[in-house]
């Protein structure tokens, strides 16, 4: 039978533990009765004697707390605050830890650890990132009375993160400061076409070697990596004017570029054809001397056979000055008897014309001798030594032709 149908003989207990009979003053439990209950156990467990349900307990003031309620709370503070000092150290960043505003010698490495809340503050820094800024500068004067705008970037890192934390108040504000001081120093102390144009890198370098100076002045314990001169204009107002200005530099370069090209190909030529030209000189020199040298033997040779045989060689001499001249000469010239004209013969206009005709092969000895005879009745009569001469000097020339 059902624990609560009528019948049971009075044990309608209730089977989850209400240990009665519902009805009449078994409600929910009392909220009252319930703290009390915890307190109890709370002070037990602390030492503290528990009282009745009405009374106090023991040394406990009225309307008080009591000793092992407040060392429980006490105790779940010093927990709580415990737990608060674990803190994560990344591999980038280190810790300086301040206790009671004195700096401790060891800086935090990465990892876990722990340190007293309030007691000390840890400041975490990153020390790896390379951080970035950018300084726009306007109306800056140059040496030269010049005014620029100029851009910069400074790229730096924290190298020391305890002077980064404790010297300074503020190491970001000073940096720039430095920056803007750095820079106006080297602006002021270079031409404005210089920065313009191709001192740029040097004005970088001695704005980065500046502000490195000023940041270990000042112990920001900031390491500056590097400083880049974005860009450099002259002011909006004037922009036009140095651009024509520019232009003509680079045209000024370009035709200092051209002129160089030409002359590192002109002089190798002309060093090279005065080379030539002494060479020249120098083998028609040996030409000459071999040739004078040669000379002088040959007269030497034949003035020993002159002393040995005069007439005959001046004879011979004789013979071969005429077969020279007669050679190199294609036109002859004959002083005809009975009047004053000359007779003209061209032979080159002979000898080819019956080249062309086919009846004369250049050179033919028998062709010049038929002309000989064909001119023989316009000739003098010659005397028997002319005779001998002619007819020597008219073979030897056969044999030229």
């Keep these: 039978m059902a624990w609560n149908e009528p019948g049971n003989n009075g044990k309608d207990s209730d089977p989850w533990g209400g240990g009665g009979r519902r009805g009449g003053d078994q409600g929910p439990p009392d909220i009252d009765e319930v703290i009390k209950n915890l307190t109890k156990k709370f002070n037990s467990l602390f ?28 105790a779940v503070v010093a927990i709580v605050w415990g737990f608060l000092g674990f803190y994560m150290v990344d591999e980038a960043e280190r810790g300086v830890v301040l206790r009671f505003g004195r700096v401790l010698d060891n800086v935090v490495q990465p990892g876990l650890h722990w340190n007293p809340r309030i007691v000390d503050e840890v400041s975490l820094v990153n020390v790896s990132e390379l951080n970035t800024k950018t300084y726009d500068n306007r109306a800056m004067l140059t040496t030269d009375e010049n005014i620029i705008d100029i851009t910069v970037t400074v790229q730096y890192r924290i190298e020391d993160p305890v002077n980064y934390v404790i010297a300074v108040s503020d190491p970001e504000r000073s940096l720039d400061n430095a920056a803007e001081s750095a820079i106006r120093h080297e602006v002021g102390s270079n031409f404005m076409d210089q920065i313009l144009t191709t001192g740029r890198e ?36 004037v922009r036009p004017a140095f651009d024509d200005v520019i232009r003509a530099r680079e045209d000024e370069q370009r035709a200092q570029n051209q002129a160089q090209q030409y002359a590192n190909q002109r002089i190798p030529e002309a060093r090279g054809e005065a080379q030539r030209q002494i060479e020249q000189a120098n083998a028609y ?23 040995k045989a005069p007439e005959v060689t ?76 002619r007819s020597r000097l008219g073979s030897g020339r056969g044999g030229r032709q």
């Design 285 to 307: 020199k040996q030409e000459v001397i071999a040739k004078a040298e040669g000379e002088a033997s040959r007269f030497n040779q034949l003035y020993t056979e002159y002393e």
């Design 314 to 389: 001046r004879q011979r001499l004789y013979i071969d000055a005429m077969q020279d001249v007669m050679t190199a000469s294609s036109k002859i010239m004959i002083d005809v008897e009975g009047g004053s004209n000359m007779l003209y013969v061209p032979l080159d206009k002979i000898l080819e014309q019956n080249a062309s005709t086919g009846r004369l092969a250049a050179g033919s000895s028998q062709e010049l001798r038929d002309l000989a005879n064909q001119l023989a009745p316009y000739l003098p009569a010659p005397t028997s030594a002319t005779a001998v001469d």
């Design 47 to 74: 030492g503290g004697a528990g009282g009745g349900g009405t009374g106090t307990s023991s040394g406990q003031q009225p309307g008080g707390m009591s000793p092992g309620l407040l060392a429980g709370m006490v």
């Design 202 to 237: 040097q004005m970088a370098a001695s704005v980065e070697e500046r502000l490195q100076e000023y940041m270990g002045i000042y112990n920001t314990g900031i390491r500056v990596a590097r400083v880049n001169v974005v860009d450099a204009q002259p002011p909006d107002a």
